[in-house]
């Protein structure tokens, strides 16, 4: 029978210590999380930049669309009146 209990003592705490080894440590899984979140919030920053950045451009490329249009019309009258000046004379 002693034979028995040791042999039974000696797998549990066998399977005992083998289930405490199974897995990340708490340390592990923090510094995980941890850096999950910050990559989430790199993420998050990258985003932002990118949709400021898109907001830019197209309001600059609104502005200079409109100050094209401007130039156009401008020298458009410019000429209109060049020409209405020489049929004049």
Known sequence: MKKHHLLLIAAMATLGLS???SGDSPADEAAAVKES???D???EASE????TIE???DDASDSM???MEDM???AEEDL???VDKMMNK
Request: charged share 35%; with cysteine.
């Open 19 to 21: 289930a405490c080894d």
């Open 72 to 74: 156009s019309d401008s």
């Open 37 to 39: 979140s910050m990559m």
């Open 55 to 57: 907001e830019v451009i």
């Open 80 to 82: 209109s009146e060049s």
């Open 48 to 51: 932002d930049a990118m949709e």
């Open 41 to 43: 919030s790199v993420e």
């Open 65 to 67: 669309d409109e100050m």
